[in-house]
């Protein structure tokens, strides 16, 4: 069973330009969770989907950031104009239906020039 | 009221020291309380997790001590190895809804 899946593991981009990042849960996970870490600090919550429905999104910048879970395919988030501030990881995490519990993909690094 | 707060930040111990790393919370709605180890480069792994209704919960050499009515736990590492060495994040949340973090403790283990 293979894990929480994020591609790509590294992103560079020029200010201005579009981010788009993905994340396949775990198999049976119908829950996805994005997160953000700034350098030496802790993760913070940014958007919380089910299957077609954002469900949380009270930590998304209101600019420039969506997040998207179609009935199929990955999740997507995506940053529009990037700025240097955007500069971060960004981890997805999926969890079962009925559980809590919540499993990381390895993450994307983003980095904005 | 959504905070969860951890200390120390960073921790240095002796091989076969037992490190402890704190967090406190305010939100009475939180019902599940998850550890996650971090190592440079890589994402969150959860190590182990507790609910409000037991005070103590062991897993091999980690254990999360609960209390409930101070609205605190805590992270204990039995016979610590240096690689044990990581960042440790406690956090707090409730049915399916999001996780709140703590800051994070960078714990080293030295041999």
């Known amino acids: 069973n293979a894990g929480v899946m994020q591609n790509p593991r590294h992103l560079v981009r020029r200010r201005g330009q579009e981010a788009r990042l993905r994340c396949s849960p775990m198999k049976g996970h119908s829950h996805v969770y994005w997160y953000r870490q700034l350098p030496e600090e802790g993760l913070k919550f940014m958007v919380y989907l089910q299957k077609e429905n954002i469900i949380d999104e009270s930590g998304m910048p209101k600019e420039r950031f969506s997040a998207e879970f179609p009935k199929e395919g990955p999740s997507i988030l995506r940053i529009q104009q990037v700025v240097r501030g955007d500069s971060a990881a960004y981890f997805c995490a999926s969890s079962p239906p009925t559980g809590s519990t919540q499993y990381f993909g390895p993450g994307t690094r983003l980095t904005v020039l | 009221q959504q905070q969860v707060k951890q200390s120390p930040q960073s921790l240095i111990v002796q091989k076969g020291g037992i490190p402890i790393i704190n967090c406190a919370y305010e939100?009475?709605?939180?019902?599940?309380f998850p550890w996650y180890q971090q190592f440079p480069g890589k994402g969150p792994a959860l190590l182990i997790a507790?609910?409000?209704?037991?005070s103590e919960k062991k897993e091999g050499r980690f254990t999360i001590s609960f209390n409930k009515s101070a609205k605190q736990f805590s992270l204990h590492i039995m016979d610590s190895q240096p690689g044990d060495s990581a960042t440790y994040f406690c956090a707090a949340g409730w049915g399916a809804q999001k996780l709140v973090f703590g800051q994070g403790t960078r714990l080293t283990i030295n041999p």
């Open positions: 939100n009475t709605a939180f019902d599940y």
């Open positions: 507790i609910r409000p209704d037991v």
